[in-house]
């Protein structure tokens, strides 16, 4: 900013951000999906349903969505690059100049069959509020800095944060902010509607495949190595595998393959799948080879040769206190209380690949779920697309901004941010 120009109150900022987010603030509901989409976006679709609630895709398919965000930013003034670091439903939209970078995360996939059951539409929504009202007050108080928001496809399903980590999307960026909607009910026994920080958990994917030889079932049973035996076996040694593991751990699996029902014969190939989750990535390394383990004893018992194919999935999401400090504070101000921090979850996100790069912030808002469903469930679904949600996501968004507003001018404090994420990297 020029010398002779005086730093702005956080008071002052404030305000002229709920001024702009108030005069954006129908297209914001737009986009989220309470009125026809179209009378903002009619340049993008013939279709009166450019919603992305109402809309919901799949990993990588997230057209509609990808097209009404960038719709938005660009009514808004703002130059956009579609499909992103080789990813065809990312963007990435830059506004300001030097100083330090603050990225939001708009996350926007949806869950098959139930549609928008973890409410990715209000984490855009969240992300697109932040990235403005930054953009915003930066320009307006001539402040140097720059905001990044950067679409990240596929969270549910392919890892589109790792897809853009390893493609470079965040190389410059100083620190990554977004929020996650969970519902209140696990907040309001605490007098809270959600928390700033949350450590999830790292997980690790195992695919198994059972060859055995096919016999008829009837006739020569004897004759035949059956697959089918090897995968149930290997189901029973994880289920027993289960007692001895830590509270925080998990490990589900599936049947990928089986023979079908009324098929005479021998299975003479199965396929299986478990996912390991355990409270960082060498934790869930670890208990992927106690799962793999339980795989190879049942082909050992059965005869069959088992091929195994590991995939490191998504690393856990650290902590960085500061950055809680700072969005807890700012809720605050904004009249929503939240914790500081609130310990494990047991889920993963590829955000925790991006909290292991730079520093970063998961925070969670409540919102009101009717029949006490949570995440990934049709009740969540129905609630992600509520009014109340709508509203509240508006307000973490602004918080968002405001934490981003700090990261910026505050040299101290982000000074205590790069303290923090290098004191993790010890613990992890």
């Given at each position: 900013m020029s010398a002779v120009q005086e730093m702005p109150s956080t008071a002052?900022?404030?305000?002229?951000?709920?001024?702009?987010?108030?005069s954006v603030e129908r297209r914001l509901r737009d986009l989220n999906a309470y009125v026809s989409a179209q009378q903002v976006m009619t340049k993008l679709s013939h279709s009166p349903e450019v919603k992305i609630h109402e809309n919901p895709e799949l990993a990588y398919k997230e057209h509609k969505a990808h097209d009404a965000i960038l719709g938005l930013v660009e009514e808004l003034g703002f130059q956009v690059t579609r499909h992103a670091?080789?990813?065809?439903?990312?963007?990435?939209?830059?506004?300001?100049?030097?100083?330090?970078?603050?990225n939001f995360n708009a996350e926007y996939d949806?869950?098959?069959?139930?549609?928008?059951?973890?409410?990715?539409?209000?984490?855009?929504?969240?992300?697109?509020?932040?990235?403005?009202?930054?953009?915003?007050?930066?320009?307006?108080?001539?402040?140097d800095g720059r905001v990044q928001l950067l679409g990240t496809p596929a969270e549910e399903d392919g890892g589109g944060k790792i897809d853009l980590l390893n493609a470079g999307a965040y190389n410059a960026v100083d620190v990554s902010l977004m929020i996650h909607p969970m519902s209140d009910a696990e907040y309001t026994d605490k007098g809270v509607l959600g928390t700033a920080g949350f450590s999830s958990v790292a997980s690790h994917t195992l695919q198994g495949t059972y060859h055995g030889l096919r016999a008829h079932a009837g006739a020569s049973p004897w004759e035949g190595v059956n697959a089918l035996d090897a995968l149930v076996s290997a189901y029973?040694?994880?289920?027993?595998?289960?007692?001895?593991?830590?509270?925080?751990?998990?490990?589900?699996?599936?049947?990928?393959?089986?023979?079908?029902?009324?098929?005479?014969a021998i299975a003479a190939l199965t396929r299986t799948q478990y996912t390991a989750r355990?409270?960082?990535?060498?934790?869930?390394?670890?208990?992927?080879?106690?799962?793999?383990?339980?795989?190879?004893?049942?082909?050992?018992?059965?005869?069959?040769?088992?091929?195994?194919?590991e995939k490191t999935g998504y690393a856990d999401l650290r902590v960085n206190e500061s950055l809680c400090e700072s969005f807890q504070q700012h809720m605050h101000a904004e009249g929503v209380k939240i914790l500081k921090s609130q310990g494990y979850v047991a889920a993963a996100t590829d955000q925790g690949d991006v909290s292991y790069a730079i520093p970063a912030l998961h925070g969670v808002i409540g919102i009101p779920v009717d029949d006490g469903s949570k995440n990934h469930t049709p009740g969540f679904t129905k609630a992600a697309g509520s009014a109340v949600?709508?509203?509240?996501?508006?307000?973490?968004?602004?918080?968002?901004?405001?934490t981003g507003w700090d990261i910026i001018i505050d040299d101290a404090f982000y000074g205590r941010v790069k303290e923090d994420f290098e004191n993790d990297k010890r613990l992890r």
């Open positions: 002052v900022v404030r305000e002229a951000m709920e001024e702009y987010i108030t670091y080789g990813l065809e439903t990312s963007f990435e939209v830059i506004s300001g100049s030097g100083g330090r970078l603050v949806a869950l098959p069959g139930i549609g928008h059951a973890c409410g990715h539409n209000l984490i855009a929504t969240a992300a697109v509020t932040g990235f403005v009202g930054l953009a915003y007050v930066l320009k307006r108080f001539r402040i029973v040694n994880v289920s027993m595998l289960r007692q001895q593991i830590l509270p925080v751990e998990r490990i589900h699996g599936s049947v990928v393959e089986a023979p079908k029902a009324n098929d005479n355990s409270t960082t990535i060498r934790g869930a390394k670890t208990l992927g080879t106690k799962v793999r383990r339980c795989m190879e004893a049942g082909a050992l018992a059965t005869g069959c040769k088992l091929e195994v194919e949600a709508y509203e509240r996501t508006l307000i973490a968004g602004k918080g968002l901004a405001m």
